[in-house]
């Protein structure tokens, strides 16, 4: 019911670009993208729901494929501030009220 | 306004033992949900509290269990202590128990379960 992460780690140059996806066995209500620094708590980046709505970041964007039960979170331009472990929560259904997160990707930004 | 906060910061405990966990939700949320992260992990969820009353619970067995006050700050309450226990418990809260709602983390508690 976890939801799989991939890649697992990037390593990128300050300014690339990265995507990282987020993938479900399970059809979704909505996914939830946060950020974990080392030492720190999460913090939320953007939320999206099934039929389009989105909520978050301004800097950050995101899909969400229903059918494929699906949702990539898009980084472009990375700046250093960005790195950190990067975290999809699912929930199976409106009401469900309980988020499965994976198990993180590690994005690592370099200068 | 004032954050999630959570107490203690760090907790060292022996097998066999009961724990504690307190937080503090933020200025006007009246949801608490709970989650425990192994090192290298994602947070799992353990449950969630809306409005003083369960609503929700994630694969964990009843020695953990929670409670939530008027005040809408919380605690989890874990008893027997395992060795597996050990880990980063978080806490958030979010404005309201629906999906559309982000939720704020504290800094967490870290057990280590001796």
């Known amino acids: 019911q976890q939801p799989v992460q991939s890649p697992q780690a990037v390593i990128l140059r300050e300014g690339e670009d990265a995507v990282i996806n987020c993938s479900s066995s399970k059809a979704l209500y909505s996914v939830h993208w946060y950020r974990q620094k080392h030492g720190e708590a999460p913090v939320f980046l953007m939320i999206l729901l099934k039929g389009g709505e989105q909520k978050g970041h301004e800097k950050i964007s995101a899909s969400f494929n229903e059918k494929k039960q699906q949702s990539s979170l898009y980084l472009t331009a990375s700046q250093l501030s960005y790195s950190g472990t990067y975290f999809c929560g699912t929930e199976i259904g409106q009401g469900a009220q309980k988020l499965v997160f994976g198990q993180g990707t590690r994005l690592t930004i370099n200068p | 306004e004032t954050g999630v906060t959570q107490s203690p910061t760090h907790l060292i405990k022996t097998r066999g033992q009961q724990v504690t966990l307190r937080c503090s939700s933020q200025s006007g949320h009246n949801t608490v949900s709970w989650y425990q992260q192994a090192l290298g992990q994602g947070p799992q969820f353990i449950f969630q509290y809306y409005r003083e009353e369960k609503n929700g619970r994630g694969n964990f067995p009843p020695r953990f269990s929670g409670l939530q006050f008027p005040n809408y700050s919380s605690e989890l309450n874990v008893n027997a202590l395992e060795l597996d226990d050990s880990a980063l418990y978080l806490c958030?809260?979010?404005?309201?128990?629906?999906?559309?709602?982000?939720?704020?983390f504290g800094p967490g508690t870290r057990l280590t379960v001796l």
């Open positions: 958030a809260s979010s404005l309201d128990a629906g999906g559309y709602n982000e939720q704020f």
